[in-house]
């Protein structure tokens, strides 16, 4: 079974910075992109930032400059530094990850189960 747990989610006021990790665990063989999405009350999920195993990145144009994010291969950890946080960053978090399982050895796409960050004076 493959998990996948978010941390570092929080109240912080804008301006403000907080962190976000991802940690995988479980049956894994190998980790392809990983990466964090997003959901606003009434929005539907859009992709925030994604990292390869090889250390591609690709950003939404709303964070560019502002959200870093990063991964620890050894760790089976990805995560996202985010900066100058406005209040239209406010949402749920979602770690994303495309697995392959020891066995079987099967693909897909899993996530995490979210995280809330509130970004409010």
């Known amino acids: 079974q493959v998990q996948l747990v978010e941390s570092g989610g929080g109240l912080v006021q804008p301006g403000g910075s907080l962190t976000l990790s991802c940690a995988a665990s479980?049956?894994?063989?190998?980790?392809?992109?990983m990466g964090w999405y997003r959901q606003a009350p009434g929005k539907q999920r859009e992709m925030v930032a994604t990292v390869t195993s090889g250390g591609s990145t690709n950003y939404a144009d709303s964070v560019k400059g502002r959200f870093t994010i990063s991964r620890d291969n050894a760790k089976k950890t990805v995560y996202l530094q985010m900066n100058a946080l406005k209040p239209e960053d406010t949402a749920i978090y979602y770690c994303?990850?495309?697995?392959?399982?020891?066995?079987?050895?099967?693909?897909?796409?899993?996530w995490g189960q979210g995280t809330q960050v509130t970004v409010s004076s």
């Open positions: 994303n990850s495309d697995i392959t399982r020891t066995w079987p050895r099967t693909t897909r796409a899993y």
């Open positions: 479980g049956s894994i063989f190998n980790i392809n992109v």
